[in-house]
Structure formats: C-alpha cells, structure tokens
C-alpha cells in the first residue's frame, strides 16, 4: 500500500515525485527517507520535531484512552459524513489526516470508506509509529502541518484535521476540486464538570474566530455538534488528562492525588464541532 500511496507525495527537500525502493522513498535528485521497521516515513527533512509534539507519555495515555471506546461516537459520526462525501468519488479516493496521533480517527474512516486510501500526518514520531499500525490502507509520515506537506497538488479528497493545526494554505494546495476539508474541535462544555473541578484547560471562547481566520478562503458548508455522555473511571481521567494540551500544564502526580478523593464513576460530557469546508475557487 505505502507503493500506491508514494504516488501522491512529494520530496520534501525539492518537491519532486517519490518513489519506494529497498525499503526507502527516493525522489529523481536522489533524497532518500528510510522505511521504518515499524512501517512509518519520516519526511522532516532535517527539520527538528518542535517542543509541543506529543511526548510518549501522552500518546500512551492517547492510545489507550481511544481503545477502551470513549470517543467511538465522534469516530463514528466523522466516518459516517466522510463516507457520505466519498460515495461518488473516483476509485481509490485519497483521505489525508494532517495531524493524525495514533491514527484512530483515520482508521475509522477507512473503514467505512472501503475503496479509500490515507496518508497520516504527525509531527510526533511516537504518534506516527502508532499511526502506521492504524489501517492496511494508511501511510504514516513523520511531518509538520504547518510547513509545506509533502504531498502533490490536488489529489486529496477529504482532509481530516481532528483537534489539529491548521494550514489553510496547504490544504487548500492538496485538495482536488471540489474536496471536503473536515475539521473536528472541542464544543463549549467538553468534559464538565470535569475540566471545571479538576482546574483544567477549557474551550477557548474565541476558537471559532481563530477557526475562521486560519481557513482563509475556506467556505463553511455544515457544521453539526455531536455530544455524549462519559462515565470515566479515575484512571481514565487521568488519562483523558495526559492524552491533551491539558498534559503540558498539569502536575500528573497531584491530579492522581486529587482524583484519589473522587468516587471511581466520574459523570462528564464530551462535547464536539464537526465542521465541513470547502476551498473556493
């Protein structure tokens, strides 16, 4: 699969088309990045990965957070209205996920969308290592969405970008006419009273401009909250806790210390936009 894939990347050094080889991907110039043992592609070409990629730690807590199922409703809902998009698409439709971790979002949608392929983007190696595992019909790449993707003009059809950055410009470069870029983000009142009584990062109040204002032309097309009850173990707080931007400011130790106080049943709420766009012409 990583053959077919290789197709619609690019050099990230000189934007020429890759090939894959004795167990790397070569572009004509002769830059070479090494296949993994674990499957994934670095493509940072030298670049270091930034402060903020996700450390082991987090993506652990990230890996079994999702596998014990407490996001499966959103996983459902966002492959339910990318399979809807691609019903008419061409053979072999292409999903990106710029901002991938573990993968977990993609391989649902890879698995509603059986004639699809996907490529999975992440800054942090540990993510992308999980990544590679996700779906037989996902690439992994070590990459930075907010440089220039190592991908050819115009050959996505779906971008997924699930609590991710944003790069309007490139995504607006890889999407074919006509493709859907789907954007996944925290709703007011996502994880109350959990975030509230544990003195956790809450939903910026201005995350919608921001939104906006990074899809530069971009045009809303629908957006639909998708909501669901939680019913956390104190382990899973701390691990819903270790898996976010929350990870970066909070002391683990005396989070388990506070949670220690709580009955192990914690009733929360998961609360999300899941919004498509379209590029304008």
Known sequence: MLADIAGHLRCPVCRGPVRLGEG????????????ARQGYVSLLAGSRPPGTADTPAMVAARAAFLAAGHYAPLARALAGAVAGLLRDAPPYPLVVDAG?????????????????????????KHAVRRAARAHE???????????????????????????????????????RPGGA???????????????????????????????????????????????????????????????????????????????AQYPDQLKTRANFYLSSFKAGS
């Not at 573990?102 to 992440?122: K, S």
């Not at 050819?152 to 890889?174: K, M, Q, S, T, Y």
């Not at 956790?200 to 097309?221: I, N, Q, Y």
Request: glycine share 10%; with cysteine; charged share 25%.
């Open 100 to 124: 991938t971790g573990t993968g977990y979002y993609l391989g649902a949608v890879l698995d509603a969308a059986p004639q699809a392929i996907g490529m999975a983007f992440d800054i942090s």
């Open 137 to 175: 019909r996902a690439g992994a790449f070590v990459a930075d969405v907010w440089r220039p993707l190592p991908v050819a003009d115009a050959v996505a059809d779906v971008i997924l970008n699930v609590f991710a950055p944003r790069n309007g410009p490139e995504f607006r470069r890889i999407l």
């Open 24 to 35: 790397a991907l070569r572009c004509e110039r002769g830059h070479s990045f090494d296949v």
């Open 181 to 259: 870029l789907m954007v996944v983000t925290p709703a007011p009142g996502h994880l109350s009273p959990l975030v509230e009584e544990l003195g956790l990062l809450s939903v910026d109040p201005d995350k919608d401009r921001r939104l906006a204002a990074g899809l530069e032309g971009f045009t809303l097309e629908s957006r639909r909250e998708v909501g669901f009850d939680l019913l956390l173990t104190r382990e899973d707080a701390l691990l819903v806790t270790g898996m976010g931007p929350s990870a970066w400011h909070a002391d683990m130790s005396q989070l388990k210390e506070r949670l």
